[in-house]
């Protein structure tokens, strides 16, 4: 029994352990192992550049992301721990870094441009909570900079047909092209669902005329180009040692009578190059892939960088979620002329979730089964475990035992035998053996003769009445004697069942409430 309770003690410390390290200190991990980037390994983040913090693809999830309907369990069940995930990522890997500026660089949603308008607000609503972002705007200093996505307000062949997702992502999110500084750095953000849309689009008008209005060749401030929907690579162009998913190529879908877009995973070449000679960035930021990505694009004034970037939700075909520290330098108030403005970047990796909860489970059975084959009297009632000490102790006393063992051969009596010349000589007495009797015959030895003892042949042979009965006793008491052993196997398998149960319920009495507290923690608004 004290093995039993010993054996309950220490799992419910691995448990805690597991909770506590599954739902708080694997995000403390990711914070820890990621820092600032600077320009040598040497040295810190100075103090006059600008911190970003890069957000892609939170892409929450809704009545379009399963299947299912919105009232369902299994889906209210996703996307409570999606939401929490993506939550802990932003409070507890992201928020400790004290960044300057927070940018998203779109799919906030996921299935945006279909919801009605009171499910987007709903998404909507979570999306705050998600990222405090009520929080966030009660503190002037942290900026938050947004994309338009293709889960947002789709591709130029739906939106051109419903305009009125655009003014519903516009009116809580700003203007889908616009410019902002950070530094002496200034990132342009272009609405890459409208680029490659219908010739005669609005749209897709307005967006160029955005991107032709903004000079080229302004030096002392470098543009960083915000697109979702990432730029034109060749087919199986290789992404870097950061991607975990297979390369996707190329794929466009063009709608009916020149009516746009109506998917695409890359923009086109041609508008790739001609977004990169009309901006000439020195960096280039994109999501839409959901992995990472990293690729350098060749150009008549140099190659130039695009880092795409992997989604932070677990959920969305990633295994490993990510997001990205950027620093640009130096401030607009440094006034020194001799610090050359620049961009570094620094990719961080989240928490494998999928692996947390795939560590639950196999904890979960591992726990059954210790619970339900551990002995009663611990392990030193192995029969395997007792034959193997008893092995080591017979092998440690053959090598380490100092006193021989006695011979048999050596006992006896001597007697003391002198010879002719009068010297004494000690003469071992010869010992005779019993002869062994059997049960059926004698032999007795008499010179070359042998006499055998004969049989009785007169014996009186049993009753067959008494060989009856007796037979019926034995029968008796085999039949009770397995109906004893049957009772003593169930009783055996209910008191196993019950300390298992009983096992299980202070297990749960002890962490349960550990696991609500971390859940609550985490998804109240501070």
């Avoid at 299912?68 to 209210?76: D, G, I, K």
């Avoid at 062949?157 to 992502?169: K, W």
């Avoid at 995973?265 to 960035?281: C, G």
């Avoid at 006393?397 to 007697?415: H, I, P, Q, W």
Wanted: with cysteine; charged share 20%; proline share 6%.
């Amino acid at each position: 029994m004290q093995s039993a309770t010993r054996l309950t003690l220490l799992l419910c410390a691995a448990w805690a352990a597991t909770v506590l390290y599954g739902e708080m200190g694997a995000y403390w991990a990711s914070y820890l192992v990621c820092s600032w980037p600077s320009s040598s390994p040497s040295s810190s983040l100075p103090n006059n550049h600008v911190k970003i913090a890069v957000v892609a693809d939170p892409q929450l999830m809704d009545s379009s992301s399963l299947g299912l309907p919105s009232s369902s369990v299994a889906l209210q069940a996703a996307e409570f721990y999606t939401d929490l995930n993506m939550r802990r990522s932003f409070q507890s890997a992201m928020l400790p870094f004290k960044p300057d500026v927070v940018l998203f660089l779109g799919d906030h949603f996921d299935g945006g441009p279909y919801l009605s308008d009171e499910e987007w607000q709903e998404s909507l609503f979570r999306f705050k909570h998600i990222f405090s972002l009520n929080e966030q705007r009660s503190k002037p200093h942290v900026p938050i900079y947004y994309l338009s996505g293709n889960h947002d307000i789709g591709y130029s062949a739906f939106f051109s047909v419903h305009p009125e997702v655009l003014g519903r992502y516009e009116k809580e999110f700003g203007s889908r092209n616009y410019q902002f500084s950070a530094g002496k750095v200034d990132f342009v953000v272009i609405d890459a669902q409208t680029l490659d849309g219908a010739k005669k689009s609005k749209e897709r008008s307005s967006s160029w005329e955005f991107v032709k209005s903004l000079s080229p060749g302004n030096a002392s401030h470098p543009k960083v180009l915000l697109t979702h929907i990432p730029l034109y690579r060749p087919d199986n162009t290789p992404c870097g040692p950061h991607r975990s998913s297979p390369i996707i190529n190329q794929r466009v879908s063009y709608a009916a009578l020149d009516q746009g877009i109506t998917y695409q995973n890359y923009l086109t070449k041609e508008t790739s190059d001609l977004l990169l000679s009309l901006l000439k960035p020195v960096l280039v930021l994109s999501g839409h892939d959901h992995d990472q990505c990293t690729v350098v694009h060749s150009t008549p004034f140099g190659p130039v960088t695009e880092h795409t970037l992997g989604t932070i939700s677990w959920q969305q075909g990633n295994l490993y979620p990510s997001f990205m520290l950027l620093s640009a330098g130096p401030k607009l108030s440094q006034n020194s002329t001799d610090m050359k403005p620049e961009v570094m970047t620094n990719l961080c990796f989240l928490p494998k979730q999928t692996h947390i909860y795939i560590w639950y489970i196999c904890q979960f059975a591992l726990t059954i089964l210790l619970l339900v084959f551990w002995p009663t009297n611990g392990l030193g009632s192995l029969p395997c475990l007792n034959t193997f000490i008893g092995f080591k102790r017979s092998v440690g006393a053959e090598l380490f035992s100092r006193t021989k063992e006695k011979n048999d051969e050596d006992d006896g009596e001597y007697e003391m035998v002198f010879d002719a010349e009068g010297s004494m000589h000690l003469v071992k007495k010869a010992v005779a053996k019993a002869p062994s009797a059997s049960s059926d015959s004698r032999a007795i030895g008499r010179g070359s003769v042998v006499a055998r003892a004969t049989a009785g042949k007169h014996q009186l042979e049993p009753d067959s009445s008494v060989l009856v009965e007796m037979g019926s006793e034995m029968t008796s008491d085999d039949g009770a004697k397995l109906a004893r052993t049957s009772k003593l196997k169930v009783r055996k398998v209910l008191q196993r069942l019950f300390r298992v149960i009983q096992s299980i319920v202070v297990i749960a009495a002890l962490n349960v409430p550990l696991y609500m507290m971390l859940l609550f923690k985490d998804w109240i608004d501070h």
